[in-house]
C-alpha cells in the first residue's frame, strides 16, 4: 500500500502549485483522502479532506479560497491545487486515506511521503 505525492517545489509568493498524490497496492476509490502539512518546528496539522465519491470537502481556515482538493476520474488520485500561496504555507506536505470519514481529518490510517513546498517572499 503506498501513496505517493508529487509537485512540491519552490514558488514565490503569490504564485501556483498543484500536489498530486497517486494511491497503489489496493483500491483506494472507496477511501477519503485528505492532505496534511508540517511546517518547520510545527506540528504536522491538517490541511483539506475530500470524500470518497468527491462530493464533499472540508479545508483549513487557513486555506480556504486559496487552495482546491479534487479527486481524478479513478478516484484513486487526489489533488491539491494551491493559489495566492504564502511563505506560511511552506512546509511537506503529505497526503492521506482512511475509509472512515470520522478519521480522515485527524488520525488517516495511510499516509504518503511528504513533497516539500517552498515560498519564498
Known amino acids: 500500500v503506498q501513496l505517493q505525492a508529487s509537485g512540491g517545489g519552490l514558488v514565490q509568493a503569490g504564485g501556483s502549485l498543484r500536489l498530486s498524490c497517486a494511491a497503489s497496492?489496493?483500491?483506494?476509490?472507496?477511501?477519503?483522502m485528505g492532505w496534511f502539512r508540517q511546517a518547520p518546528g510545527k506540528e504536522r496539522e491538517f490541511v483539506a479532506v475530500?470524500?470518497?465519491?468527491?462530493?464533499?470537502?472540508l479545508y483549513t481556515d487557513s486555506v480556504k479560497g486559496r487552495f482546491a482538493i479534487s479527486r481524478g476520474n479513478a478516484k484513486n488520485t487526489v489533488y491539491l491545487q494551491m493559489n495566492s500561496l504564502t511563505p506560511e504555507d511552506t512546509a511537506v506536505y503529505y497526503c492521506?486515506?482512511?475509509?472512515?470519514?470520522?478519521?480522515?481529518?485527524?488520525?488517516?490510517?495511510?499516509w504518503g511521503r511528504g513533497t516539500l513546498v517552498t515560498v519564498s517572499s
Open positions: 492521506a486515506a482512511d475509509p472512515k470519514w470520522v478519521n480522515i481529518a485527524t488520525s488517516p490510517d495511510y
Open positions: 497496492g489496493r483500491t483506494f476509490g472507496n477511501y477519503h
Open positions: 475530500i470524500s470518497w465519491t468527491g462530493g464533499s470537502a
